[in-house]
């Protein structure tokens, strides 16, 4: 075999090998992106992460990711802090290989929270707290900034939570009006997606959190209504 034959042939078996990596990359990018998820979900939140399943349209700038599931912090009784329905995400596809990531929406489609209270305090205050922790590691803080972990930046034009629904001890559960939040990592060009997991479960979970009261008194008055009804009965 001629030398130029034996270039030609190995330079096509190596084209070959390069484009079936690719390949491979391209095919399996959904699978890696779950397997992302779940490996470094829990270095955030200090609770297990999972996820049934992940769907990207990368032309067109379109994902979801069905089935996200948060686990509950030790000490804690309920299987789980959150179970999300679906997330649906809306990116400018010319910003995908950018430092920033332009993503025009985020939709949280029916989110389950469930809020329970320990010795130590409750649930999901004990997962923000991991999350601050997380971010301190990294310089971030309270305050967040340029240094607030590693990877690329992320501006989020608009975050709707739709559906919600809030569940207290197992023993109530309530609607949560839906959510919107706007100009996420706007100001400091770009926040880590650390930061932005903070800055959506801080607001979601406050909300869920404040239903309570209201919730209470609602318990309260179809149980009084309820036994208005027996009284009723019994006369």
């Known amino acids: 075999m001629r030398v130029r034959t034996a270039v030609l042939i190995g330079g ?11 390949w ?3 095919a399996s990018r959904e699978a890696l992106i779950k397997h992302a998820i779940e490996r470094y979900g829990p270095d955030l939140t200090g609770v297990s992460v999972k996820v049934k399943s992940v769907k990207l349209e990368p032309v067109e700038g379109l994902g979801a990711i069905g089935g996200l599931e948060i686990g509950n912090p030790p000490g804690f009784s309920a299987p789980r802090a959150l179970m999300l329905g679906e997330m649906r995400l809306a990116v400018d596809p010319a910003t995908l290989t950018s430092d920033v990531v332009h993503i025009k929406e985020i939709s949280l489609i029916a989110p389950s929270i469930t809020y329970e209270r320990g010795a130590n305090g409750d649930n999901l205050s004990a997962i923000q707290k991991n999350i601050e922790s997380h971010l301190a590691s990294f310089g971030g803080g309270k305050g967040g ?11 989020i034009d608009r975050v709707q939570v739709r559906n919600a629904r809030v569940s207290y001890g197992g023993a109530l559960t309530a609607s949560v009006p839906d959510l919107q939040m706007r100009d996420l990592g706007k100001k400091t060009n770009g926040a880590s997606a650390a930061e932005i997991t903070r800055e959506i479960w801080t607001t979601v979970t406050r909300q869920a959190i404040s239903q309570a009261p209201a919730a209470l008194e609602g318990l309260r008055d179809r149980a ?3 036994v208005d009804s027996v009284r009723g009965l019994l006369k």
């Open 12 to 22: 096509a078996v190596l084209l070959l090998a390069v484009g079936g990596t690719l």
């Open 24 to 26: 491979w990359l391209y």
């Open 145 to 155: 900034g340029k240094d607030a972990g590693p990877g690329r930046k992320f501006i």
């Open 224 to 226: 009084k209504d309820a």
